[in-house]
């Protein structure tokens, strides 16, 4: 079975005048022995995430839950549910819930309501769960370290992402978004690419179709990801974001913050107004940012930039050569490794 596993521990950084570090202390940390809800926020929509994606998000244990201290992020069909004539028409699901753990979360997009048939569409026929820590926990700069055994399974999508708390700058992705990793199960033979590479990304700019993703992005290549547990991290102060894979030696994404990412992105002015006019050269990259609304399986096309790379995963033993479940644990080794200095 493919799994995952997680130890995500953001450093805090006190820096005293002169930019050295003086002090760093671990201010998260998941040991996953329960699901806590408190922590550990479910997305609740039909819209598609921003990617066109064709499962729902739900609160439930079917699709998400812990055990032995493993979280398990497990994808079922929607018609196992209502049946999969009502998947196709006349059925209205509706998901604004009634108390505060199922209240939607998005409704843009039909999210929160949608009937089956409409326009001559389906309800989405995958569930699955997507988590994050949008109203418990946020950070600005430290280290992060995620311990996982990827997926494998074509159109699979595992991935682990920075949003910002608030949008400062405004929508996306005009406050940013820090991508630490992205992959995809299908093999490597996939053109895109597979589950041997995964990217890290950083998403800026001053409107959705001025995204300028790719003067940020990077990818390795060359190692399964399914094979056996990888740590991707990211270091991230005030002049540097980069990521890396197993050692901090073994760098992806090496970006250092040398002049504004509205000098970087070398816009017209007009018609673009620089939306980080009262930041600094690391903004939007200089708010706090909240845990990458946590481990989800992406079920549809990534944003336009890309072709289409969705995924439909299977239950476990139900089609061949698609993914089940995700699991995600600790490694002590890994929480003690992201304690040493970052600079």
Known sequence: MAGLRIVFTPLLIAVLGTGIVRSQSLIFDEEFQTLNLSRWQHEITLGGGGNWEFELYSNNRTNSYVRDGVLYIQPTFLADDIGDANVKSGYMMDLWGSVPGDYCTSNKFY??????????????????????????FSFKYGRVEIRAKLPRGDWLWPAFWLLPRENQYGDWPASGEIDIMESRGNPPSYQPGGYDTFGSTLHWGPA???DMWSKTHAEKKGVDLTADFHTYGLVWNSTYIGTYLDS???KVLDFSIFESFWTLGSWPSPPWTNPWANGNNGAPFDRDHQSCRGWNERLFPRRVREALVGQRPARRQRVLGLGGSVELDVDSATRRRVCQSLE
């Open 208 to 210: 959705w179709n001025e």
């Open 248 to 250: 901090p030696d073994n």
């Open 111 to 136: 999210g929160c309501t949608r009937t089956s048939g409409v326009g001559g569409n389906y309800l989405n026929p995958i569930k699955s769960a997507k988590l994050r820590t949008v109203q418990s």
